[in-house]
């Protein structure tokens, strides 16, 4: 579909959303990234101040605050129900601006030649709205979360 800098953006069916992105850094450092509360922190929010409660394990559910530049609020939530170290996580997604409406996705962590390739799948319930979060801003933002994503993995390794 498109490509945002580094972030390649498909539809692989009416139904879902998938980005991928390749990161400079080892797997088990993306994958702890994405699964540490001071890691998180330092990126997931497109980089602006985030809290984060994360109880990573299956059952186990997080929420995300981001503070944004634009003085607004803007809290996600979800539960994770499949978790294989350091390869894979399933999750449900849920903005707390728009109750009721949980997409599940699916991060799949490959390593190749020292970097990471980072393949997050996005199902709806419904094409509307996979169209509707198309067309809200995410893969901008999504593209912005994965800069400070590189930049905070690169004072790492």
């Not at 990573?56 to 503070?67: D, K, L, N, T």
């Not at 609020?73 to 390869?87: C, K, L, Q, T």
């Amino acid at each position: 579909m498109s490509e945002i800098s580094d972030l390649t953006v498909t539809v692989p069916s009416d139904y879902e959303i998938t980005l991928t992105r390749v990161l400079d850094a080892p797997r088990d450092l993306v994958f702890a990234a994405h699964t540490e509360a001071e890691h998180l922190k330092r990126w997931w929010g497109r980089g602006n101040p985030l809290d984060v409660e994360i109880d990573f394990r299956v059952g186990g559910h997080y929420r995300f605050v981001e503070h944004a530049a634009d003085g607004n609020d803007y809290a996600f939530r979800g539960e994770f129900r499949e978790i294989v170290v350091p390869e894979r996580i399933v999750q449900t997604f849920e903005f707390e601006g728009m109750p009721g409406h949980v997409a599940v996705d699916t991060l799949v962590f490959e390593e190749r030649d020292g970097r990471t390739v980072v393949t997050g799948t996005t199902r709806f319930d419904t094409t509307e709205e996979r169209d509707g979060m198309l067309n809200s801003g995410m893969a901008q933002g999504a593209a912005e979360s994965y800069a400070a994503l590189d930049k905070h993995l690169s004072t790492l390794v």
